[in-house]
């Protein structure tokens, strides 16, 4: 059963028959922003494979195996993943199993979540988490082991890219996995990992999120109209977490930082873009891109405030207080065109332009654009 996957089902489909012919390969990796749903797809093909009538992708939900696969405490269902310092531990013998509680409890009640989310879930969003050498070591003793219930054991390993230098530690281990051993690994971040490390698996490049798919799945979240799920769909790309975010009104932050990145630009004080640009600069990929994105949203709907009034506008009351206060010096024409920039940079970040030079060269653009004045035709 896959049903808390969003979408995917061409890769749904290709899993479940490599299933069916028996011919899963030892090492999977599913590859693409957290918001395509790598993490969810992963777990709900490890629950699929224990269950012991499985069948045409659909698990029995009765088995012993099922019964304990719905609360991730499977005895042959392990998970690793990024941590930071256990309050009663010393960090370097820290691993994942000191934060599995906290960890089912996310997956289980959120599956779709961001590595900051992860961090913040486990009150360690100033800190840095990784997967270190005790980690490595805890997986291969538990995977050399034989499993409990006689058939698969399944290693889901989130974010490999934080595994660093440590993933040499795994590498026989991913080369010739103990017997009926499954390695899926879900990365966000394909392109900082060892090419030795990748040779080794098949990896699965997941889309974007169907536009038909997101719409469903905002729809059942939340009460908005097919119109406002397209126009976030296509915002955000085909990523759950960030529309999410969108409709979800938990952007409370995102609306601070935007506005007044946009004050910022109108100003044109140096100090104060080079330190915004530093900050912006300092989030994680998945987060720049997302104030991205809500800078577009925030101007669709300024656009669409001045064209068609604010009954049809879907922001909060706040939000909506701050959009209007931009009305002195912005007209629809200027903001079309400061979303044109802001999606070419969108576009630049996502082929790892460097992020600090191109977002002080957009600012001073933007600021342009706010800045000019409107020539008026008689
Ligand atoms: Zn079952």
Redesign the pocket.
Known sequence: MFDFVIGQKKIIDQLVSLDASDKVPHALMFSGDSGRGGLPLAVAFA?YL?????KNGV?????????K?AQLIHPDLHFSFPVVKHASKKRDVTFSDDFIQQWRKLVIDQPYFTYSDWLSHIQASEKQGDINVTECNEIIKKLSLKSFGGGKKILVLWLPEMLGKESNRLLKLIEEPPEDTILIFVTSQEEVLLKTIISRFQIFKLPPISEADMINALQKEADIDADKSRQISLLTEGNYIDAQALITGNNQDLSELVINWLRICYQQNSLNLLSWTEKFGSFPKEVQKQVLSYTLFILREFIRLKYIGEDHVSLQNDELIKLKGLSSVLSIEKAEEIAEIISDSIYSIQRNANVRILMMADSLQIGKVIRRKEVSII
């Open positions: 629950q224990l269950c012991l009538n499985r698990r029995c939900e009765e088995c012993p195996n099922c019964q696969t």
